[in-house]
Antibody, heavy 120, light 106 residues
Framework: QVQLVQSGAEVKKSGSSVRVSCKAS????????ISWLRQAPGQGLEWMGG????????NYAQKFQGRVTITADESTYTAYMDLARLTSEDTAMYYC?????????????WGQGTMVTVSS | EVVMTQSPATLSVSPGERATLSCRAS??????LAWYQQKPGQAPRLLIY???TRATGIPARFSGSGSGTEFTLTISSLQSEDFAVYYC????????FGGGTKVEIK
């Protein structure tokens, strides 16, 4: 059974950066499309971008272009999301999720979420 | 960007009753529409994709319909575990979500 396990909660200062990891167990990691999504407290879901490890290329939502970097390490079955220049508006739960067909459409298995809190 | 609008924001339903949730796209998304369920403190769970296909393990009381710009999620007989927030999501272009419908106990 595929599981995605994310790194722990983070507290960051405004202007700094954060890295969240997502480690997969089971399944053909390299062929998946792995996305990062976020959810601000009490709000809806927002797709930030994703990567297909076997191709190594990332795609980003326009809102996050230039501020987010998504990478993957096939040797450790781990995906990473780096978000720079944090503000209080980046306070949210961050999720990784995969698509087994290697396309950025639906999100089939989800990580447990990582809470990122940005304070001034 | 395709704007996804869900209605109502909150739906009050008694257990055993039918719930009908709506999702509208600002432009056609064909049948590239998914529904998710999210309970408090949990990650979302995929219910429906392709507008009407249930994901693995999803009970038959959940059904989806629609195409183009108008979509519906129906829960035929609400169980206690179905009270949650439901999101629609289009994937005709880059993915984005509606604002959600909270299904609460009446």
């Amino acid at each position: 059974q595929v599981q995605l396990v994310q790194s722990g909660a983070e507290v960051k200062k405004s202007g700094s950066s954060v890295r969240v990891s997502c480690k997969a167990s089971g399944g053909a990691f390299s062929k998946w499309a792995i996305s990062w999504l976020r959810q601000a407290p009490g709000q809806g879901l927002e797709w930030m971008g994703g990567i297909i490890p076997i191709f190594g290329t990332s795609n980003y939502a326009q809102k996050f272009q230039g501020r987010v970097t998504i990478t993957a390490d096939e040797s450790t079955y781990t995906a990473y999301m780096d978000l720079a220049r944090l503000t209080s508006e980046d306070t949210a739960m961050y999720y990784c999720a995969n698509n087994y067909d290697g396309v950025f459409d639906t999100f089939e298995t989800w990580g447990q979420g990582t809470m990122v809190t940005v304070s001034s | 960007e395709v704007v996804m609008t869900q209605s109502p924001a909150t739906l009050s339903v008694s257990p055993g009753e039918r719930a009908t949730l709506s999702c509208r796209a600002s432009q056609t998304v064909s049948n590239n529409l998914a529904w998710y369920q999210q309970k408090p403190g949990q990650a979302p769970r995929l219910l429906i994709y392709g507008a009407s296909t249930r994901a693995t393990g999803i009970p038959a009381r959940f059904s989806g319909s629609g195409s183009g710009t108008e979509f519906t999620l129906t829960i035929s007989s609400l169980q206690s575990e179905d009270f949650a927030v439901y999101y629609c999501q289009q994937y005709n272009v880059w993915p984005n979500f509606g604002g959600g419908t909270k299904v609460e106990i009446k």
